[in-house]
């Protein structure tokens, strides 16, 4: 079980990545660019920041 320091610690981590991935969006999205993903049965497509925010 983990312990309550090593929690917080995850959940600080956890915090600071969505906020880095919600500026990346907000960065791209302005200037009219877009995302790379790879869905789940392996295709990869190119789609505008615009629609994950």
Known sequence: M???EY???MERIVRGLELAEREMLE????????????QEDG??????ASNFL
């Open 27 to 38: 960065a791209k999205a302005k200037n009219d660019e877009n995302v790379i993903v790879c």
């Open 7 to 9: 929690q917080e610690s």
């Open 43 to 48: 295709v990869i497509r190119s789609i505008p």
């Open 2 to 4: 983990p312990t309550k």
